[in-house]
């Protein structure tokens, strides 16, 4: 299973971190992508995580705002999101592709989160 938490209210310019805490599951071999999606839009990559946490992967748009991380000993991956813009409002969600995967086609995540909800005011 896979449980993000961390969302809420942020005004603009502010900061947010979300985690997914991950169970049920070997952890330490799978790599963590973050997805998000916003009314009336479709659902799009934002991060990935390679399972050792020395490849990371980013929605070119959200380069240096956003970071990825985790802690395989908390079986927690991390999703720091600084400089919100109204834009970055969305649901967000964790997943899990398939084992030796760790890019963004959505395609390739198999094991889904429920979403956390992130609003930014302007």
């Known amino acids: 299973q896979l449980q993000a938490s961390g969302g809420g209210l942020m005004q603009a310019g502010g900061s947010l971190r979300l985690s997914c805490v991950i169970s049920?599951?070997?952890?330490?071999?799978?790599?963590l992508g973050w997805f998000r999606q916003a009314p009336g839009k479709e659902r799009e990559f934002v991060a990935a995580i390679s399972w050792t946490g020395r490849a990371t992967t980013y929605l070119d748009s959200l380069k240096g705002r956003f970071t990825v991380s985790r802690d395989n000993a908390k079986n927690t991956v991390y999703l720091q999101m600084n400089s919100l813009q109204p834009e970055d409002a969305a649901v967000y969600y964790c997943?899990?592709?398939?084992?030796?995967?760790?890019?963004?086609?959505?395609?390739?995540?198999?094991?889904w989160g429920q979403g956390t909800l992130v609003t930014v005011s302007s």
């Open positions: 049920g599951r070997t952890f330490g071999n799978y790599a």
């Open positions: 997943a899990a592709p398939r084992a030796g995967y760790s890019g963004s086609r959505e395609a390739e995540y198999d094991y």
